[in-house]
């Protein structure tokens, strides 16, 4: 008999097989193999547990074997091809299901974040993966040395390790353009906290940016967009810090809103140490470590490998091509704008 959740229409011809190739000996032919692939299909298609259809073919051959003349290694071998045909058709079948929801998956996600589908429809579908858009969403993006992809090792790292610690909080983590993203609910800032942690340490030291909780589906693309904004402002400004939040780097895109403004600051401010011996790079390496130690000359001569004397020079020099001191709190703000503003503008390398 077989098991009472498993239909015995997927036994269907079984008994007769064993019994003919009992007797004779002989293999499965094509179709008959082709048979329980097909079977196997339906059965995972059915949503049936593969362990529980192969108890279930053990059972109706043990039942059958008292009835089954002739060898017993010609039926043993029987089982075995049938067993191994079914469960072919149904990992194929299980390996299309994978592929469609990974391809309605990939559909979900370039739409949720490129905003190119019907707002009501992309909340419907959102709800199929765990959203609900209706809250508000932030994004954190974690980008390695290697693009990753759905099927990369690194994602289901990250991915068990977040579910370990908070179970399902409708939590989406998915691959973009070779990075991980992880999108959460807005009042649950630990899980993205906890996803920095989990994928900097996964991805060798990657780093990973945080965009700020946005109402509604548009909000969604406009925290992953935040986040992207981040990376690339930590790439350009050569930021240490391995976690970036959107919401600390508000300063920045201020700052760029008005391109000519900011191109007309730095001409206006650093363009006289062009003239110096060995340009002006040196000078605004000088100005960067200065700044990004809090103005102690120590510390800034330290970064530079220099002597604290050789550095009171170069910021003497740059006084007198400037007129501006950096330790001049009058003409700080400038200078550090300035210098800002060049590093975003890739000044000196590129003409403004």
């Not at 809090?294 to 007198?320: D, F, K, W």
Request: net charge negative; charged share 25%.
């Amino acid at each position: 008999m077989a098991d009472l959740d498993i239909p015995e229409h997927y036994l269907k011809g079984y008994d007769r097989i064993l019994a003919e190739v009992a007797a004779t000996g002989r293999r499965l032919t094509r179709d008959e193999i082709s048979s329980r692939r097909a079977l196997g299909e339906q059965a995972a298609e059915a949503g049936h547990e593969l362990r529980a259809l192969v108890s279930t073919h053990l059972t109706a051959a043990r039942t059958a074997w008292p009835g089954t003349a002739g060898s017993a290694a010609a039926a043993l071998a029987a089982v075995q091809q049938v067993i191994d045909a079914f469960a072919e058709g149904f990992e194929r079948a299980q390996r299309l299901a994978v592929r469609q929801e990974e391809a309605a998956r990939r559909e979900f996600i370039d739409d949720l974040l490129y905003g190119r589908s019907d707002l009501g429809r992309l909340a419907e579908r959102a709800e199929r993966f765990g959203l609900r858009l209706s809250h508000a969403h932030a994004v954190a993006v974690a980008e390695g040395p290697t693009a990753y992809d759905e099927g990369a090792p690194v994602l289901r790292q990250v991915e068990r390790s977040l579910i370990a610690r908070f179970g399902d909080r409708s939590i989406l983590l998915t691959t973009k353009d070779g990075r991980l993203l992880c999108i959460a609910p807005s009042h649950h800032d630990e899980v993205l906290t906890y996803f920095a942690k989990q994928a900097h340490a996964a991805t060798d030291g990657g780093r990973i940016a945080i965009g700020r909780p946005q109402p509604g589906p548009g909000g969604v693309v406009q925290s992953y967009e935040e986040a992207l904004n981040a990376l690339d402002l930590a790439e350009r400004l050569d930021f240490d810090d391995p976690v970036l939040r959107a919401a600390d780097l508000l300063v920045y895109p201020v700052l760029t809103r008005d391109r000519q403004a900011m191109a007309d600051l730095v001409r206006g401010t650093l363009g006289p140490l062009t003239t110096a011996r060995g340009g002006a790079q040196p000078l605004l390496d000088t100005l960067t470590a200065y700044f990004d130690s809090g103005c102690v000359a120590a510390e800034a001569a330290r970064r530079l490998s220099l002597s604290v004397r050789a550095l009171t020079y170069r910021l003497e020099r740059i006084h007198q091509l400037t007129g501006a001191h950096p330790s001049d709190p009058a003409h700080r703000y400038m200078l550090q704008t300035a210098v800002i503003g060049a590093r975003l503008l890739d000044w000196p390398a590129k003409d403004l």
